[in-house]
């Protein structure tokens, strides 16, 4: 899992939350005063490569919702979940988010966004049926997408151009440009259909929160207080919340897997320990029975060599029948832990073979040190041992 592609680049990327206070910021031009400024500012500080704006943080999840498509006529697309995300044309460079094809927003695009969602707020609020409205043809929006939006809705056809509708009745979008997926609610949740729209967009909808995402050629965590400095500089009532690197957020989203895995590590460390514990106990109790045996062998001109080879013959056999016996119920009981596994099936052959072989050398060792020390006693004590 910390190995796994989420879709952006992890390394030196500082991300921290911006609330505007609905209160103090009603008009869409303060909204895009402020992030613009701020995110001007933060692109000239020394140490960051790029700064950018976004409503939705990669594996933390956000807002969706249904689409219609022009000509869609797969019942199964309709019940499809299309994720929404409201950005600053640089996030894509700030993630490290590649472009596959077309481009991203334009400034005229950028500013027709809150002009158009703007409208789009005023017709709703005055119907008397929001559900029923018909959008004018002339309020549309500009849409960059993920891949997989692209392959789901569009298979083998170029996505560039495209058209879909927010619901049935809603303002139709228009597909600018493809970029690469991304996983947005988490490391082992499958990836969904993904658009994005201008910040503007959210702007004219009445949303002033998001987070900053800052590339940057410096340690990351370094940069938190120029963050903090360039916010209060513009307003010195505001401040930035939760600064932390997309590191951080990648091992936040693991929590509950880590965790998981230290538990069941410890209890899987504990049971082969015991195992081996186990098999020696037995094995070497079975030997010490047949020191008896060996001295009988032993006084009749068996050899050492000899003895030991058959002890170990005998040993190995019920080992290798106990091994596979073990083998067999521990792959029909693999299903039990599919579900807890990512990246690694649960019949995973590399953890068969290791732990076969751990348990044959224990096994193995139980035999041989106990035989070995009963064919060097004297065989007239091994025969009177009971």
Sequence with gaps: MRGANIGVETKNVLVAGVDLPATKYKQISQKKEFYGRLLDQLARTPGVAAA?????????????????????????????????????????????????????????????????????????????????????????FVAVINQTMAKTFWPGQDPIGKTFRNGDTGPQ????????DVKEWGITDKTIPQAYFPATVLFGWGGSHGTLVVKTTVAPSSLIGAVRTEVRNLDSS???FSPRTMDDVVADNMQDASLRTYLLGV????????????IYGVMAYLVTQRTHEIGIRMALGARRQEVLALVLKH???????GVAIGALIAVGLT????????????????????????????SVVAWLVPASRAARVDPMIALRYE
């Design 238 to 240: 505001l401040a930035v």
């Design 52 to 140: 950018a704006f976004t409503s939705e943080l990669p594996l933390e999840g956000g807002s969706n919702g249904y689409i219609t498509v022009p000509g869609d006529s797969n019942p199964a697309d309709a019940n499809l979940l299309v994720e929404w995300g409201y950005i600053s044309p640089d996030y894509f460079r700030a993630m490290g988010i590649p472009f596959l094809q077309g481009r991203s927003f334009t400034p005229e695009e950028i500013a027709r966004g809150s002009e158009v969602s703007q409208k789009l707020l005023s017709i709703y609020e005055s119907a008397k049926n929001p559900e029923k409205v018909s959008v004018p043809p002339d309020l549309s």
């Design 173 to 180: 979008d228009t597909v600018i440009g493809v970029v690469g």
């Design 267 to 278: 209890f899987a460390v504990l049971t082969l320990i015991l195992a081996a514990v186990g």
């Design 315 to 321: 040993g190995i056999r019920l080992t290798l029948v």
């Design 335 to 362: 299903r039990v832990i599919a579900g807890l596994l990512y990246g690694v099936t649960a019949s995973d052959p590399l953890t068969f073979v290791a732990v076969s072989v751990l348990l044959i050398l224990v």
